[in-house]
């Protein structure tokens, strides 16, 4: 109990020397591994690695929450849990968190939890930094007690909010938490501060450009704005005439601007120059952030001048001609729109038009009214970028808590806003309806930081050309709405835990169709379906999460969206509903409605009638000789029955069903794959069905099946046979494959140093490894002559950086001639490659393109020199080949595709989505194999 003020600083101070001692070590050693994440491998025993695996086993539930501390930095965080009410028995820890965001997997059992804000990053807990525990919400609030955390196996306990409401201070050379409020710097950290500023900074070089002529930069200035709409500016210098210059900064993220005030008359004019770090074609390119770190300076900064400031207020670009000025009304575009986001009337702000995207001149500025209105009227003859900025402290600068947004970005911090494109002069099209969407704030420090709450996302974004589209699927629930049009809200996130998440209102069809704009990015995409028709989110409304039919247990599948491209067949499967106010949701029991539609597909006849006051429902699959008997369950479905007969021949003349050329009865192959934790075969006569608990399933071409079970353990079938164990957990193994002849399986496991390769014969269980002086191995994949084994490696024993830059290259190991060789070897990151079947100089593979998978094909001619060839541009992975060489099935979105080309030439590629009875196949990790 928190008696007393008295008592609750003693108490805390007690505590406090337990975490000078503890904590620096905690500190310490958090950072050395931060620092050190990619340098080197650490070595790892038998004893850690088997009581790392148990708590794999153990830890099945989770804790999510924020820790909140307005307008401060909380990258370096660490949540800390403890097991006792003293806090000195650690339990686990989480740190680096984004934006306040955590989340760590537990035991179940019971759980202080604390967090710690490293400010100074240090990684040391010492003067300045802030410390909050769950259930103190004020540091001065004597009667307040820490709060503990009950969580059962399998739990999810969400939306914990720890409040930063202390620092640690020195006061008068002792240490004491003292309430964030009444926190103030001593003397020495004071001085730390400017030894820190005089420290840190950036120095460069002031640059005309190739092509220009070398002349001095007299009165030239280098100035650092912490945003890229060059609002709020941090420092300045004056460069020296041959374009030095140096900058002294506290730490943080700045963008440079130069100009040179060539009529020396102290503002910024016509016939100025100007230029930006990173900007080097005016019409195209961003400005790009330099990253200051305490004591440090950034070196070697080249700032390139390469716009002029014209007649018109326009910056134009030096090697180009001077676009004419277009004054004529019949030549001007009215544009008008609104910012979004505002909860309440504002009396100060501006929206700024630039026809650059470096943001560095506006050439037409809008007051916005009241309501959020703002208009101009722009020349058509260029593209326009609109910034919003509101004045919300009405103080007349850019200082803390004032907003700003950018017209077709729903990130402004992160993603520079987007080109407004004019339409002809004679065009009917009108951009009457624009929208802008507040997203970031400066802080206190004048960082632009995204903002707390995510604003809604309208849907009539017509600027956004990019987005998903897909249905959201409630065939397996019984709904009491009876209306032809549904309220469903899509939720977005870049976490699979959805604790930031963009929200989306829209309304759906009977069909359940939706489509909606997105900015080019990988997200999270989650439904949530008004099933009883009182137009309010709520107790028994439906839950769906993309690539799971499991939401609270399965794992949902990440979504890749491309510009100017809707990434299609997002098909969201309601299968939860939400059973009380905070948000926790139960999963609907359907009766096994997903798994029998995959097996068997859409039944010939479906038939719903009332027995009493029961609902029943019949799956007739008559030319299978099989019906199903379902009763409702309220919002779910419960089999009852399952009715077998003699199926009934159709003649030919009066199907209806025809395949598409992504249909599996036309490709004529064996398929296995994975979803939601189960392993699913399918045969060319028709037959699908599951086969067993897991993932990653490997086929032989006499009919072995190997794949990882839900206990780690990698199982083994015999055609026709039950499945065996064949690597149990101890032997560590993943990314286990069958050779073709079925006579040895390639795995990869963990050692004490680094991970290998291993090959293990079937028979007789006797293994060798792969020789190689590679740091990490994996992702083996054989040739189909079973005596080429290709995989991917990184890093090698005794070099300075090791894995410290991640890329990965493919190796084959020849096993009769113990000899490895290259395959793709530079500065790329390959992965995942397979050999093609009929031709050994071909190999398949994915290569990590701007942050995402797409899949490559490399072709060695009669010499042996290497070709290389992009095949997917729109994402891919986990690529295995057609029996007979003709293309690929891949997946991606969480879904598999079909990728074929035609006479052995892969320029032209054509992608389909594969299905199965005219649905479309989700899973992951498909592999292949022809007639059994």
């Known amino acids: 109990m928190l008696c007393s003020q008295s008592t609750f600083d003693r108490t805390f101070v007690f505590e406090l020397s337990f975490f000078s001692e503890n904590l620096l070590f905690l500190f310490v050693i958090l950072g050395m591994l931060v620092n050190n994440a990619s340098a080197t491998t650490p070595t790892i025993d038998l004893e850690t690695q088997e009581r790392q695996q148990e708590f794999k086993e ?34 686990t820890s989480v740190v680096q968190l984004k934006d306040g965001f955590f989340e760590v997997l537990v035991e179940a059992g019971s759980y202080y939890i604390v967090a710690f804000v490293d400010v100074n990053q240090t990684a040391v807990f010492d003067f300045g930094d802030g410390m909050g525990i769950y259930g103190v919400n004020d540091w001065t609030d004597s009667a307040q007690e820490k709060r503990i955390v009950e969580i059962s196996s399998g739990q999810i306990v969400e939306n914990i909010k720890i409040e930063i409401t202390a620092r640690l201070a020195d006061l008068n050379g002792q240490q004491k938490m003292v309430p964030v409020g009444a926190y103030q710097p001593s003397k020495s950290q004071m001085f730390q501060s400017q030894l820190e500023l005089i420290s840190s900074g950036i120095s460069g070089q002031l640059s005309w450009g190739e092509g220009l002529p070398r002349i001095l930069f007299e009165n030239a200035l280098v100035m650092a704005y912490s945003d890229a709409s060059w609002n709020y500016k941090v420092a300045q210098t004056v460069a020296s005439n041959d374009g030095q210059f140096k900058l002294n900064i506290q730490r943080g993220k700045y963008y440079l601007m130069a100009i040179v005030d060539k009529n020396q008359n102290n503002r910024f004019d016509t016939g100025d ?23 440090q300076f950034v070196e070697g900064i080249t700032v390139e001048i390469s716009g002029r400031k014209s007649k018109n207020g326009r910056i134009t670009p030096i090697k180009a001609r001077l676009l004419s000025s277009q004054t004529a009304s019949d030549s001007m575009i009215s ?31 809008s007051e916005v009214r009241a309501d959020g209105r703002f208009s101009f009227s722009f020349p058509s003859d260029h593209a326009y970028y609109l910034l919003a900025s509101v004045d919300v402290d009405q103080d007349g600068t850019y200082s803390s808590g004032d907003m700003m947004g950018g017209y077709g970005t729903l990130d402004l911090v992160n993603d520079p806003p987007q080109a407004l494109t004019l339409p002809p002069v004679n065009s009917t099209e009108q951009l009457n309806n624009l929208q802008i969407l507040l997203t970031a704030t400066y802080g206190a420090d004048g960082q632009l930081v995204p903002m707390a709450e995510i604003p809604t996302v309208p849907i009539n974004l017509d600027s956004i050309l990019n987005g998903i589209s897909g249905r959201i699927l409630t065939n397996d629930i019984y709904s009491a709405e009876t209306t032809e049009y549904r309220e469903v809200l899509i939720s977005v996130s870049k976490t699979d835990d959805f604790s930031q998440a963009i929200a989306i209102p829209i309304d759906v069809g009977s069909d359940g169709y939706y489509k909606i704009p997105l900015m080019p990015e990988d997200y999270y995409v989650m439904a949530v379906i008004d099933l009883n028709g009182d137009r309010k989110a709520g107790i028994n409304d439906g839950v769906g999460v993309f690539g799971t039919r499991r939401p609270v247990r399965g794992k949902p599948q990440r979504v890749s969206v491309y510009k100017d491209q809707i990434t299609a067949n997002i098909d969201i499967q309601i299968a939860a509903v939400f059973n009380d106010l905070r948000g926790n949701i139960t999963e609907i029991e359907v009766g096994h409605r997903p798994e029998i539609r995959i097996q068997y597909g859409q039944p010939d006849d479906v038939y719903q009638l009332k027995r009493g006051s029961r609902l029943m429902e019949e799956w007739w699959y008559w030319k299978m000789g099989i019906g199903f008997v379902f009763e409702s369950t309220g919002v779910g479905w419960e089999l009852k029955d399952e009715k077998k007969f003699k199926a009934k021949s159709v003649a030919e003349t009066t199907q209806q069903f025809q395949t598409s050329s992504g249909e599996l009865t036309q490709i004529g192959v064996h398929l296995f794959y994975s979803y939601d934790g189960v392993i699913w075969a399918y045969l060319p006569e028709g037959s699908h069905q599951p086969i067993g608990l897991g993932n990653s399933p490997s086929t032989s071409l006499n009919g072995q099946l190997i794949y990882q079970n839900d206990q780690g353990e990698v199982m083994i079938s015999k055609k026709g046979k039950n499945a065996v164990v064949f690597l149990n957990r101890r032997d560590f193994a993943t990314d286990a494959t069958v050779s073709p002849d079925g006579k040895q399986v390639a795995f990869a496991r963990q050692l004490t140093d680094r991970a290998r390769i291993f090959i293990r014969d079937v028979a007789s269980g006797y293994e060798i490894s792969v020789p190689s002086m590679a740091l990490e191995m994996g992702m083996p994949a054989w040739n189909i002559t079973s005596e080429l084994l290709a995989y991917v ?12 830059k991640v890329t990965r290259n493919i190796y084959s190991y020849d096993l009769k001639a113990n000899r490895i060789d290259s395959i793709s070897v530079g500065p790329t990151d390959d992965t995942t490659p397979v050999w093609s079947p009929v031709d050994v100089r071909r190999l398949a593979f994915c290569r990590l393109e701007n942050g ?13 020199q290497p070709n290389e060839n992009q095949l997917t541009q729109n994402g891919g992975k986990s690529p295995v080949w057609l029996p007979d060489g003709s293309g690929l099935v891949y997946e991606n979105n969480g879904q598999l595709w079909l990728a074929t080309w035609a006479e052995n030439s892969v320029d032209q590629v054509e992608f389909i989505p594969l299905t199965i009875n005219g649905q479309n196949i989700f899973g992951y990790h498909p592999s292949l194999v022809p007639e059994l």
């Open 793 to 804: 490696g990184t890093g090698e024993i005794g070099s300075k950086n090791d894995t410290g």
């Open 58 to 91: 153990k830890a099945n539930a989770k804790i999510r929450g924020r820790v909140v501390w307005p307008e401060n930095d909380l990258t370096h965080t660490t949540v800390q849990l403890y097991v006792d009410e003293q806090l000195k028995i650690a339990y």
């Open 852 to 864: 995402r998978q797409q899949i490559w094909m490399i072709e060695f001619d009669d010499d042996g």
């Open 335 to 365: 544009v008008s729109g609104k910012i979004v986001g505002l909860k309440q009337e504002i009396e100060k702000a501006l929206v700024l038009a630039y026809t650059s995207p470096a943001l560095l001149s506006a050439v037409a500025v």
């Open 273 to 295: 120059y100007v230029g930006a770090f990173g900007i080097h074609n005016l019409r195209s390119d961003f400005p790009t952030p330099v990253f200051v770190d305490p004591n």
